[in-house]
């Protein structure tokens, strides 16, 4: 279903556009976030893991930045995770004011426990778009993701 808004043909198409783009986003989206629900995760939490995997420990502002969520955002995510024993927060050497999130032996062994489910189904679904669309997707959100300043 498109819009209702009774606008120029260009306006349409836009709103059109936009509204298959965020129902398209949201059916993978609720459909992962209820299969993260079954191993005890929120989509946040599985991504602060995700991302301390790949890429190390992280101080909570790079975190943030990084998963764009708020500093509270994130702090909260981050307090759930330490309480799951899956993150630990420690001090900076350099700059004690800093904390740096660490991923522990249990948060590694949480994800790659459900990174392969998740990798899967994410497969399964982009699948549905052959080869060519599935790169002119990309190119597609890439032209829209990438704000002039």
Not at 97 to 104: E, N, Q, S
Request: include cysteine; hydrophobic fraction near 35%.
């Amino acid at each position: 279903m498109g819009t209702h808004y009774n606008g120029s043909k260009k306006v349409m198409r836009a709103l059109d556009s936009y509204i298959k783009l965020m129902r398209a986003a949201d059916t993978i989206n609720s459909a992962v976030n209820l299969s993260l629900s079954k191993f005890g995760l929120t989509e946040s939490q599985f991504n602060v893991l995700d991302a301390l995997y790949h890429l190390g420990p992280l101080s909570q502002k790079e975190l943030g930045y990084k998963l764009l969520k708020s500093g509270g955002n994130i702090t909260m995510v981050i307090d759930n995770l330490e309480k799951d024993a899956y993150v630990e927060r420690r001090r900076g050497t350099e700059d004690r004011r800093i904390f740096f999130v660490h991923l522990t032996k249990e948060g590694g062994e949480k994800l790659e426990e459900i990174l392969p489910m998740k990798v899967n189904f994410i497969t399964n679904e982009m699948n549905r778009l052959n080869k060519t669309e599935q790169i002119e997707l990309q190119r597609l959100c890439k032209k829209i993701g990438i704000r002039k300043q």
